[in-house]
C-alpha cells in the first residue's frame, strides 16, 4: 500500500476526477478500486454514501430510475426472497448470505453485473444485443427491460 499512498502524493493537487483519470489510465484501475484509493488518500474514513437504493437513484433522471426500478422488480417479481441492498454504493440483488447482481448507472447506459461472471458466458447467445465486457453488460438507460433474461441470471446464479 506504501506504494499507492506514494502516488497518491504525487498526485494530491489534482482534482478528484483527474485523480480517479490518472489511476485508471496509468494502472488499470476499475472506477470502484480507483474512488477508494482517492477517497481514503483524501481522509475519509467511510466510503459509504447511500444506505438504500432511493438514495442512490435520487441523483438520477426519472427514466434511470424507472430503469433500474424495472430491473429489480422483474427479479424480485419471481424470487420475492430477492433483497435489494447497497454494497460498494451501488444496487444489489442478494438472496440470503448470497450475491446475485449489481447494478450501476451511468450518463449513456447501465451496467449489469452478475456475480458469478460465468453467466455472461453461459448467456452469450441472450446476450449477443448487448455490449459484454469482463464481467458486466451494458444496456440502454430506457432499457425495455428483459424480465426472462434477468431470471435466468437469478437462476444460474442460484446454480452455481
Known amino acids: 500500500m506504501s506504494f499507492w499512498f506514494a502516488q497518491m502524493a504525487e498526485i494530491s493537487e489534482r482534482k478528484y476526477p483527474e485523480q480517479i483519470a490518472y489511476l ?41 430510475q424507472g ?28 438472496i440470503a448470505d448470497r450475491f446475485i447482481i449489481g447494478v450501476s ?3 449513456q ?16 447467445s441472450e446476450l449477443a ?4 465486457n469482463k464481467k458486466t453488460f451494458k444496456v440502454p438507460v430506457d432499457w425495455k427491460v428483459d424480465a426472462k433474461l434477468l431470471r435466468k441470471i437469478v437462476e444460474l446464479t442460484i446454480k452455481a
Open 129 to 132: 444485443p448487448y455490449v459484454v
Open 67 to 94: 430503469t433500474v426500478r424495472s430491473i429489480f422488480r422483474a427479479m424480485t417479481d419471481k424470487f420475492p426472497e430477492m433483497q435489494v441492498v447497497i454494497a460498494w454504493n451501488h444496487p444489489f440483488g442478494k
Open 105 to 107: 448507472v451511468h450518463q
Open 109 to 124: 447506459h447501465i451496467l449489469l453485473g452478475p456475480w458469478e461472471t460465468k453467466v455472461l458466458t453461459d448467456l452469450a
Open 24 to 64: 485508471r489510465e496509468n494502472f488499470g484501475f476499475s472506477q470502484a478500486h480507483a474512488n477508494a484509493l482517492v477517497l481514503y488518500s483524501r481522509g475519509s474514513t467511510t466510503s459509504v454514501k447511500y444506505e438504500n437504493m432511493d438514495q442512490y437513484l435520487a441523483q438520477f433522471d426519472e427514466t434511470k
